[in-house]
Structures are given as structure tokens and as C-alpha cells.
């Protein structure tokens, strides 16, 4: 059990040495989340009232209900003389929302949305086969992130540009 403290302590001493000092770059500790975003587009959102998305990948499904949220645009407020930068939400007419999976890869996936219309009615079921995207926003040093966004309108879906 002593070597294993002993063993505990090197290595995390030594982990914190190789993030540490001249050269090292920073990673934002921000987690990933696995899922799929869906964006229904302005002038679909007034008739959307109830979402339910089925995303297939790697031979598995996980379907539900998606909770939607009004969406929103960022507006850019500037710069001050000192370097602060700001921007602030502006609501643009979408409706948002996710579908949590378990995992996410860069496979080809098929999404398929369904529900119903504000008056009850049930909507157009429509899907899309596409591959999630891979990115690397901080840098390569600092790893990978997978991203599956959709975007639903009239026609049907769309793989979502700019994600």
C-alpha cells in the first residue's frame, strides 16, 4: 500500500510538473457533451410544439423527447480601451434543443425527428444521415471535440453549418 501512495504522489507530481511553467499551454477544463443538437429554424418555430429525436451511430439508437428552449444570437458589444470584450444574448425567433448520448463518434449517424405541431397536430417525420464533425477550438495540444448538430426547418434536416 506504501508503494502505491509513493507511486500516487510521483506521478501526480509529475503531471503537475508537465502542465506547469515556461512553454506549457493551458487547456480549459471544459467537458464535451455527447449529443446532438437540434436548431429549428426561425420561421419553423412558431409551428413546432412538442420534438422527439431518435439518433443512430455505431449500431446503437437512444431516442426521446428533446426540451426546447428559445434560441438565441450573440451580438457583439466591442472592446474596451483595456482589452475587455463582452457580448450578450439576443433571443433570434429558433428553438433549441438536445438529445444526450452516450457516446459520440465521428461515424456516419442517422437522426430522425418527429413530434407534433402547436395546434396538435403531428408533424412531418424527416431524417438525415451525416457524420459529426471534429474540432480542435484550443488547439491540437489541448485534444479533440466531436460535435453532431442539426438544424430543422420546413424542408426537413439539415446538417447544421458552422458547428
Not at 31 to 50: C, E, R
Not at 65 to 80: N, Q, Y
Not at 93 to 102: P, S
Amino acid at each position: 500500500m506504501r508503494t502505491r501512495g509513493l507511486l500516487l504522489a510521483l506521478l501526480t507530481t509529475a503531471a503537475l510538473t508537465t502542465g506547469c511553467g515556461p512553454g506549457a499551454i493551458a487547456c480549459p477544463a471544459i467537458a464535451q457533451a455527447t449529443a446532438v443538437s437540434v436548431t429549428i429554424a426561425a420561421d419553423y418555430a412558431p409551428l413546432v410544439g412538442t420534438l422527439h429525436v431518435k439518433a443512430c451511430q455505431d449500431g446503437t439508437c437512444k431516442e426521446g423527447p428533446v426540451e426546447l428552449a428559445p434560441g438565441s444570437a450573440s451580438i457583439d458589444k466591442g472592446c474596451t480601451p483595456d482589452g475587455v470584450c463582452s457580448a450578450t444574448a439576443s433571443p433570434d425567433g429558433t428553438k433549441v434543443g438536445m438529445l444526450m448520448l452516450d457516446t459520440l463518434t465521428e461515424s456516419a449517424m442517422t437522426v430522425t425527428a418527429s413530434g407534433a405541431g402547436a395546434d396538435g397536430s403531428a408533424l412531418p417525420v424527416r431524417t438525415l444521415e451525416f457524420r459529426p464533425r471534429a474540432d480542435y477550438p484550443f488547439g491540437e495540444q489541448c485534444g479533440r471535440f466531436i460535435s453532431a448538430s442539426v438544424t430543422l426547418d420546413a424542408a426537413g434536416l439539415s446538417e447544421a453549418r458552422g458547428s
